[in-house]
């Protein structure tokens, strides 16, 4: 690729989603375990609106464009990158960059899609799917048979929490902001929805249990549901933390894990998929094998083009949305 700069979403100073611009940004050398990716279509997290903020643990330098994951077709490969070649089709995880029209990645962090997977749907798989399937089996031991809790139920995160649950055999109670959302993770596969705008978490979820209270929680909302996680959860439960999604980190009183007999798991898949390509890689083949096998179905709620990735972050701020927002670029 001769180009030497690339179109993007740049974040030029710390600020909310209305500070972004559309411009031409460098384009840097690619090295030789990188590759280069002609961007298709981008999956925008919620920790993108974080990094732009300057509230997220990694901090780009200026200039950058934010975007953690993207799809699209290898355009050139580093001359140590030996398992992908140029025209593959791919989603990967970027760290920053995917809000453009390419982006240098690790291979370590490039997989090669089903030929049958849109763009679209490959560009929001990685981050969401991966912490998931990491947090329920590597992180929870979750097991047949047990009862997971998901707050958040209807967001990212959360829909593929509840629709993986359902798939690997546990009985699934989702928490919901609004009875509109209620519908779509029942669609997933949770047995029961909670909303807590009307409900207690904590009394619906040992009602619901006949008093023992969940197994696993899934839980990237922190804040109130968090403080109610920890007084519904089961003997021997995992409390899973995912993120902080409400806006406030809660502490947790270690008398309630003492007397649960229970334990509270952090999940950070980002260096967990860092320190173990190799286990990494075989959790993404068990969920791409359950994609292509029909078994997984990402819900996108929502597309943008890249000159609207403000907009597409107002939407998700908004929790106006369900599944994933993804952007898409011509």
């Not at 029209?101 to 969401?128: L, Q, R, W």
């Not at 207690?200 to 899934?218: C, F, H, M, P, Q």
């Not at 549901?225 to 270690?254: H, K, N, T, Y």
Request: aromatic share 6%; proline share 6%; net charge neutral.
């Amino acid at each position: 690729m001769s180009a030497t700069s690339v179109k993007a979403m740049v974040c030029n100073a710390w600020g909310g989603p209305d500070s972004l611009v559309l411009a031409d940004l460098p384009l840097p050398a690619l090295g030789p375990k990188d590759v280069r990716i002609k961007v298709h279509a981008a999956g925008l997290n919620f920790p993108d609106t974080l990094m732009i903020a300057g509230k997220y643990q990694v901090k780009p330098a200026f200039p950058f464009a934010p975007g953690m994951e993207c799809a699209g077709v290898i355009d050139a490969v580093g001359d140590k990158v030996t398992e992908l070649a140029p025209g593959d089709r791919v989603m990967a995880t970027t760290g920053n960059g995917a809000f453009g029209e390419m982006v240098n990645c690790p291979a370590a962090s490039v997989y090669k899609i089903p030929d049958a997977m849109p763009y679209e749907i490959a560009a929001g798989f990685p981050i969401t799917y991966g912490t998931t399937w990491h947090a329920l089996v590597d992180r929870g031991r979750m097991k047949k048979g047990e009862v997971l809790l998901v707050h958040g139920a209807a967001g990212g995160v959360g829909l593929n929490a509840v629709e993986l649950g359902h798939e690997l055999g546990a009985t699934v109670i989702g928490t919901v902001g609004s009875d509109e959302k209620a519908a779509i993770v029942k669609q997933y596969g949770a047995a029961h929805v909670i909303n807590y705008s009307k409900e207690s978490i904590k009394d619906r979820v040992k009602e619901l249990t006949g008093g023992n209270g969940a197994d696993v929680i899934y839980d990237a909302v922190g804040g109130d549901a968090f403080d109610q996680s920890l007084r519904c959860i089961a003997w021997d439960g995992r409390l899973l933390v995912v993120g902080f999604a409400s806006g406030r980190i809660p502490e947790a009183p270690a008398n309630l894990a003492l007397i649960k007999g229970c334990s509270i798991v952090g999940v950070f898949w980002g260096a967990f998929a860092a320190r173990d390509p190799q286990k990494n890689r075989a959790n993404f083949a068990a969920l791409l094998a359950l994609y292509e096998q029909g078994k997984l179905k990402p819900h996108v709620s929502a597309t943008f083009p890249l000159g609207q990735v403000p907009q597409a972050m107002q939407a998700l701020l908004s929790r106006k949305t369900t599944g994933k927002v993804v952007i898409t670029v011509p």
